[in-house]
T-cell receptor, first 114, second 111 residues
């Protein structure tokens, strides 16, 4: 079955500390992988995407993610968290064919403490 | 600026009313989607469209309907709203690759 697991429901990080959000997926074919961020009352904003090639991808707002095929993981990282990063983060996997659904994880809520 | 727009952003409506949630995009994308999002849960696809006059049901059963008469417009209609329809509805579009861009969402409450 196709699925995305985000093991951490809620994470609290001190401002300036590093961040890693975990994402594991189960998918039959070679997937496209995405991370989205959602602030309260807003839609989802695409942070970064992996299609092929270099397994370390850079995104907006200083985020990066690393695709590890052997571990079926696509973890999101940021070296230094800012208070404005507090939001909900969703990992998603999709087929390489547009017009198909993305499969989302349940999300990880990030809180940033001062 | 290319974007995806949804109106209304918030809607509180009584049971039995007919409602239409609007979605339009200036991304130039052919493919559009409606997702339903409940707190603490994954997003679930309820409808999608490959282009004009194309509509398909998604993975999550929904009592809503959609239409695609213009490329940029993909409205979702509930003929008779019920409390079980209370949710957030997100519209998205994608280009040739499957990266999907989302609108701000409509939070619907049916009383």
């Amino acid at each position: 079955a196709q699925s995305v697991t985000q093991p951490d429901i809620h994470i609290t990080v001190s401002e300036g500390a590093s961040l890693e959000l975990r994402c594991n997926y189960s998918y039959g074919a070679t997937p496209y992988l995405f991370w989205y961020v959602q602030s309260p009352g807003q839609g989802l904003q695409l942070l970064l995407k992996y299609f092929s090639g270099d397994t370390l991808v850079q995104g907006i707002k200083g985020f990066e993610a690393e695709f590890k095929r052997s571990q079926s993981s696509f973890n999101l990282r940021k070296p230094s968290v800012h208070w404005s990063d507090a939001a909900e983060y969703f990992c998603a996997v999709g087929a390489q064919q547009a017009g198909t659904a993305l499969i989302f994880g349940k999300g990880t809520t990030l809180s940033v403490s001062s | 600026e290319a974007d995806i727009y949804q109106t209304p952003r918030y809607l509180v409506i009584g049971t039995g009313k007919k409602i239409t949630l609007e979605c339009s995009q200036t991304m130039g994308h052919d493919k559009m989607y409606w997702y339903q999002q409940d707190p603490g849960m994954e997003l679930h696809l309820i409808h999608y469209s490959y282009g004009v006059n194309s509509t398909e049901k998604g993975d999550l059963s929904s009592e809503s309907t959609v239409s695609r008469i213009r490329t940029e417009h993909f409205p979702l209609t509930l003929e008779s709203a019920r409390p079980s329809h209370t949710s957030q509805y997100l519209c998205a579009s994608s280009g040739e690759r499957n990266e999907q861009y989302f609108g701000p969402g409509t939070r619907l409450t049916v009383t």
